[in-house]
């Protein structure tokens, strides 16, 4: 039985992949380096902002350290507050399955987006209430693809919840390979929305929808 679902982020509530990619961008920019749209979802998108940095770093050749992508995180969180999106910032669909779900079971947030723009957004869209833990990038030593950000999201459900939840119980929600990859190896089954990426992306993902409007508790309970 189905007892939690916990919701990526940045690609399956929030339309704001766009915007992160024009961050990072603009601060490798800044660098002397440059970072194409097609190279950002292709091979960074999944990771949390300092992953992404390192990576982004090390295939160019350039030196990495603590010091350095912790600086270049507070650049891109203050180059993203300056962006405004050109549409409507939730998916098409996010809002009515949120509150369609929340109805029934404990929601949750995993993401490698920081806090302050999950929340910034949540309380914007007036959704805030509607989740009962939230995991973000500052939460976790490591995010996905590894497993950490959904343990730690069910174990967060599981305090305030006040039962304890197995993660075979809870459905993750996710548009990236990595971002399901983390849900699987934490034990979680999985639900993929092509947002992001088509469905030969996406199969390893126990369903895979191509709408939130498809995101039910009828399909939740079929998995």
Excluded at 65 to 79: H, P
Excluded at 173 to 187: F, N, P
Aim: charged fraction near 20%.
């Amino acid at each position: 039985m189905i007892r939690a679902v916990v919701f990526d982020f940045d690609g399956v509530i929030a339309n704001s992949e766009p915007l992160h990619f024009r961050g990072f961008r603009d601060i490798l920019s800044e660098l002397g380096l440059t970072l194409t749209e097609a190279e950002y979802y292709a091979a960074y998108l999944g990771y949390d902002d300092a992953g992404a940095f390192e990576a982004m770093l090390t295939d160019r050749g350039r030196e990495v350290s603590a010091d350095t992508i912790g600086e270049l995180v507070q650049r891109k969180a203050t180059r993203l507050s300056s962006i405004r999106p050109d549409d409507d910032l939730l998916f098409p669909g996010a809002r009515a399955a949120i509150e369609r779900l929340g109805a029934v079971y404990p929601l949750a947030i995993a993401s490698g987006a920081l806090r302050a723009e999950i929340l910034g957004v949540l309380a914007t869209e007036g959704l805030s209430s509607h989740f009962a833990a939230i995991v973000a990038a500052e939460d976790v030593a490591t995010g996905k693809p590894a497993p950490d950000p959904y343990l730690r999201a069910v174990e967060r459900l599981s305090l305030a919840t006040g039962s304890s939840l197995p993660t075979f119980a809870c459905v993750a929600v996710e548009d990236s390979r990595w971002g399901l990859q983390s849900a699987r190896t934490a034990g979680l089954r999985t639900v993929g929305v092509t947002h992001t990426y088509g469905p030969e992306s996406l199969t390893d993902a126990d369903a895979v929808i191509v709408h939130l409007d498809l995101l039910t508790p009828d399909l939740l309970s079929s998995l």
